[in-house]
Structures are given as structure tokens and as C-alpha cells.
């Protein structure tokens, strides 16, 4: 089984995973330059005992949510990278999504845990997407490190 994959790719080892039986649990970010904070999410995410599927965003959508320079690696880069991180069981490229986008995955995946920190912005959305499909919500403590934007500035700053 490919750990990378886009949704149709991945639908085959979704059956497969659904039938048996151990919680599947679904997060998703741009996780562009890999740091503690993610790496302690991930791990915290994944206590459950489950299947731990990540959402990766495309390249466009960490363009638009973190600036014009970003992202530092491409989609598949971080995927790789995520990919080689004892947690993380599948990782899923996304397109680029808005609106209800997100639902549509939501749905076929079905997830029985949306894993997500308690500091995400659209918390109430999450726990509105895990409710449709009769999961739950998984509210992880933020872990307090530099975030990915904070270390990209850090770096031009030492760069210049």
C-alpha cells in the first residue's frame, strides 16, 4: 500500500482500513517547514490507536494562507517528509479546496476521530464535519514552539 496518494488513489486502502475495525483518524495542515510543535500534534493524534490519515494542502493554498514565498517545500516534499514520521499511517494530497470542499473528504473517508489543536481557528467547523459522519472531535493541547512562519522569518532575517 502507497502511503502518498490524492483521494481516488487512496479509496481501495480506505476500504480496506474501514473494515477493520481500528479508528480511523483524519488531521490535516500545510506542515510546510516541519517543526516540534507538529511532530508532538502528530504523535498526540495518533494515542488513539488508530489510523492516522493526514490531509496535506496543496502548494496554492499554503501560497495564499502563509504569503507569496511560502511554501518552502513542495507539496510533495512535505509529504515525503511526513511520510517518514512514525505516526503518520497515510498522507493524502489534496487540490486546491474551498467551501465545502473539505466536506466532500470528510464524507468519504468518514473518519471516527477529526484530530485538530485547540487553537485552530475553525474548530467549530471541524466539530460540525466530525458530528455528520458520527465521529468525534479530537481537541489536542497547542504545544507552545516556534510555528513555521515565525522560523521562515527568523531565517531571512539571519540571511540578510
Known sequence: ?????????FKTTLIKLQKRGKPIILTGGCFDILHI???RFLEEAKKSGGTLIVLLEPDEKVRK???AKRPVFSQHERARTLSSLIPVDYIIL???LSGSGYDQYISVIKPDIIATTENDPILEKKRKQAKKVS???SVVKYFTSLS????ADKLKKESL
Open 65 to 67: 494562507l502563509k504569503g
Open 37 to 39: 510543535g507538529h511532530i
Open 94 to 96: 489534496l487540490p486546491y
Open 148 to 151: 513555521s512562519s515565525q522560523i
Open 135 to 137: 465521529g468525534k472531535l
Open 1 to 9: 500500500m502507497e502511503k502518498i496518494s490524492d483521494l481516488k488513489g
